[in-house]
């Protein structure tokens, strides 16, 4: 097993047991960038907060 399987495998547990946290944490993530950036990257933000929700979401589903 590799270090990076070991990180994803440690990841998808947080993300189970504290999703909620983390997808706040991501919403936190992108407005402090917003905010440094002075919005200039807000829709590619945006984007990625979205894509970021959208999995914590999935793997809650999936049961991890």
Same mark, same amino acid.
């Given at each position: 097993m590799s270090v990076f399987d070991n990180i994803k495998g440690k990841a998808e547990e947080l993300i189970g047991?504290? #999703?909620d946290q983390v997808k706040d #944490?991501?919403?936190k993530a992108g407005d402090?960038?917003?905010e440094k950036?002075? #919005?200039r990257f807000q829709d590619q933000v945006d984007g990625l907060q979205?894509? #970021?929700s959208d999995y914590v979401d999935g793997q809650a589903q999936n049961g991890q």
């Amino acid at each position: 097993m590799s270090v990076f399987d070991n990180i994803k495998g440690k990841a998808e547990e947080l993300i189970g047991s504290h #999703g909620d946290q983390v997808k706040d #944490g991501i919403e936190k993530a992108g407005d402090f960038v917003d905010e440094k950036t002075d #919005g200039r990257f807000q829709d590619q933000v945006d984007g990625l907060q979205q894509a #970021g929700s959208d999995y914590v979401d999935g793997q809650a589903q999936n049961g991890q």
